[in-house]
């Protein structure tokens, strides 16, 4: 099992720029993909970006292209988010998988998850 500690949430202005990070110990060399899902308010928990770490390999939902970037650095997990709008504000969560079948799954169901981070991006 994994453990994912997030941190970096908070508030920002429309326009402005947040870094996410994922802290991650535990079985670490089992993982096989690490990602970043958020949940608004009403709405269900959406996959935000994904790192699938051996193929080093990156990938996206069309609609956080160009404004979100995933990076790992060794247990490290970063999210660069830029021109934040309040439509972004939402619980963002950290996710890994020791499941090579699941990280390459369209539909992505992770099997450890972090406690999440709040982001509220005000107009």
């Known amino acids: 099992q994994v453990q994912l500690v997030e941190s970096g949430g908070g508030s920002v202005q429309a326009g402005g720029s947040l870094n996410l990070s994922c802290a991650s110990s535990?079985?670490?060399?089992?993982?096989?993909?690490m990602g970043w899902f958020r949940q608004a308010p009403g709405k269900e928990r959406e996959e935000v970006a994904r790192?699938?770490?051996?193929?080093?390999t990156t990938t996206y939902p069309d609609s956080f292209k160009g404004r979100f970037t995933i990076s790992q650095d060794k247990t490290t997990l970063t999210l660069q988010m830029n021109a934040l709008t309040p439509e972004d504000t939402a619980v963002y969560y950290c996710?890994?998988?020791?499941?090579?079948?699941?990280?390459?799954?369209?539909?992505?169901?992770?099997?450890?998850w972090g406690q999440g981070t709040q982001v509220t991006v005000s107009s």
């Open positions: 996710a890994a998988d020791t499941s090579n079948w699941n990280c390459y799954s369209a539909i992505w169901k992770p099997s450890d």
């Open positions: 790192i699938l770490l051996h193929a080093h």
């Open positions: 535990g079985s670490i060399g089992d993982v096989d993909c």
